[in-house]
């Protein structure tokens, strides 16, 4: 379900069948009016995201991402400025890094899911201690990897909304859109 704010209340779009299920019977239609406000309010965000964003990414960044994987003084450049404040995944509504813990007594157990985040040193950490991204470079990348490339095989489309809250929040100032556009 999508939820949008308008001038007189909220307009919900339902995505799923399973968000069909869970509003029916419970909201009215919206009138041309709130529909008209939402297209606005689309038109407006669009007019923000390509003044923002008004290079055009490579058509085959996927391809370009992986290309460039082995490239490590071309990552480490680019993260250089890196202080991993972890700004840009904190305020990323892209991700969804998750970590999941038990914790109990010899009576109960109970498993836990919590936000986590790539950058961290001990995100990929295995069984044993073993870490396939022990370095932050090798981290950096699979944020583009994770972004560009696994969410565009997946999904069809990019892991980036190109909102900019990456770049605004970056205590490093490094811009997600200068790497995309070097590739």
Not at 35 to 43: D, G, N, T
Not at 100 to 125: H, N, S
Request: glycine share 8%; aromatic share 12%; proline share 4%.
């Amino acid at each position: 379900m999508s939820l949008i704010v308008l001038d007189d209340g909220w307009l919900v779009e339902v995505i799923s069948e399973r968000g069909r299920e869970l509003i029916d019977g419970n909201f009215v239609p919206a009138n041309g009016s709130q529909l008209s406000q939402r297209q606005a309010q689309r038109e407006r965000a669009l007019a923000v995201l390509k003044q923002q964003n008004p290079k055009e990414w490579n058509p085959n960044l996927a391809q370009a991402i992986a290309e460039r994987t082995r490239d490590r003084k071309f990552w480490a450049d680019a993260g250089a400025d890196c202080v991993e404040c972890f700004g840009c995944l904190v305020t990323c509504p892209t991700c969804f890094c998750f970590l999941l813990y038990d914790q109990g007594d010899a009576e109960r157990f109970e498993r836990t899911k919590v936000w986590d985040f790539c950058y961290i040193p001990m995100y990929a950490r295995v069984g044993g201690g073993a870490n396939p991204r022990p370095t932050f470079v090798q981290r950096f990348i699979n944020r583009f990897h994770c972004k560009f490339m696994h969410a565009k095989n997946q999904n069809g489309f990019y892991a980036c909304s190109g909102c900019g809250r990456c770049f605004t929040t970056c205590m490093g100032r490094i811009d997600i859109r200068k790497i995309l556009g070097q590739l």
